[in-house]
C-alpha cells in the first residue's frame, strides 16, 4: 500500500490527487492523507506531497472541464471542510475520500452526477465534508456582524469550524466593493482583507493585534447599543424559548454576535 501524505489545503490535496495518478501504482493500492500520522502502518510506503500550484491548477482544470463547475464546487468545498481526531480514526480520511471519488468520477460517462452515487463510501464520505463546510458558510453570510473601527474599517471576527473564508471573502467582495474590510478566523488565524475597489485575498493572521481590532469608532459604539435596544424591545417574553433559539441559531455563533 502506498500512502501519500499532503497538505490540508485545495492545492495540497489537489497536488495529492496528481501525484497519486501519475504514480501509476494503481488506484487500489493508493490511499492520501492530509495529516501526519500518529502512527505507521506496517507494510505501506509513505511519500510525502510537495504541494505544487501548478499540479493542482491542472487538476482544477480537468476537473471543471470533466465533471462541471457545481461538482467541481462541492469537491472544493469538501477539501476545505475540517475534521477532527475521531472522525479521522474512524473515518475515510478527506483527502482520500475526495481521490477515490475524483477516480469514480473520471470512469464516468456523465461525472458530473458523481455525488448521486451516495452507495460509495468514498463518495458518501466526499458529500458530507461537502455539505457541513456549505452549512456553516452559509450560515455565516447571515450570523457574521461587522463592526467599524476607529481607523474606519469594517471588522468582523467568527470562530468557524471549517475553512470558510473564501466563500465568505468571494460574498462580502460582492456585496461591499467599496468598503475596506477583514474578517478574521480565529480558529485558523486567516483573514481575509479587502481594499477598497479591489479583490479579496486570504493572508496569515498569527500576528493581528487584537486590542487594535477592539477599537471601534464612536459611530459604531451608538449602533450597537441601538441594535442591542432593538433586538430587546421586539423580544415578547411570553414566547421566551431558548431551545428553539438554539436550534434556529447554533450557540456557537453567539460569542461574535452583538445582540448576544
Known amino acids: 500500500m502506498y500512502i501519500f501524505i499532503c497538505e490540508d489545503s485545495i492545492d495540497g ?4 490527487v496528481y501525484d497519486a495518478w501519475a504514480s501509476r501504482l494503481g ?9 501526519e500520522p500518529e502512527n505507521y502502518m506496517l507494510f505501506c510506503e509513505y511519500i510525502r506531497v510537495q504541494t505544487d500550484f501548478e499540479k493542482s491548477g491542472k487538476v482544477a482544470r480537468t476537473l471543471r472541464k470533466r465533471l462541471g463547475e457545481e461538482t467541481y464546487g462541492e469537491l472544493c468545498q469538501a477539501a476545505l471542510a475540517q475534521e477532527d481526531s475521531h472522525c479521522r480514526k474512524h473515518s475515510m480520511d478527506k483527502a482520500d475520500a475526495i481521490y477515490k471519488t475524483v477516480v469514480l468520477a473520471l470512469s464516468m460517462q456523465d461525472g458530473s452526477k458523481v455525488l448521486q452515487c451516495l452507495g460509495e463510501p468514498c463518495v458518501s464520505r466526499t458529500f458530507h465534508l461537502s455539505r457541513s463546510m456549505g452549512n456553516e458558510a452559509h450560515h455565516l453570510l447571515g450570523f457574521l456582524r461587522f463592526r467599524e473601527l476607529e481607523n474606519g474599517i469594517l471588522f468582523a471576527q467568527i470562530h468557524p469550524k471549517n475553512q470558510v473564508l473564501s466563500f465568505l471573502g468571494e460574498h462580502f467582495s460582492d456585496r461591499l466593493p467599496e468598503e475596506n474590510f477583514m474578517i478574521y478566523d480565529a480558529v485558523h488565524r486567516q483573514a481575509v482583507l479587502h481594499p477598497k475597489g479591489k479583490g479579496f485575498f486570504i493572508t496569515d493572521a498569527q500576528d493581528l493585534d487584537e486590542g487594535m481590532a477592539n477599537r471601534i469608532s464612536r459611530k459604531e459604539e451608538e449602533y450597537q447599543k441601538l441594535w442591542k435596544g432593538f433586538f430587546g424591545t421586539i423580544a415578547i417574553e411570553a414566547r421566551r424559548n431558548p431551545k428553539l433559539q438554539s436550534q434556529n441559531l447554533p450557540k456557537r455563533f453567539w460569542q461574535n454576535m452583538v445582540e448576544m
Request: glycine share 8%; aromatic share 16%; no cysteine.
Open 13 to 16: 490535496i489537489f497536488t495529492g
Open 27 to 35: 488506484h487500489e493500492n493508493i490511499a492520501l492523507m492530509a495529516y
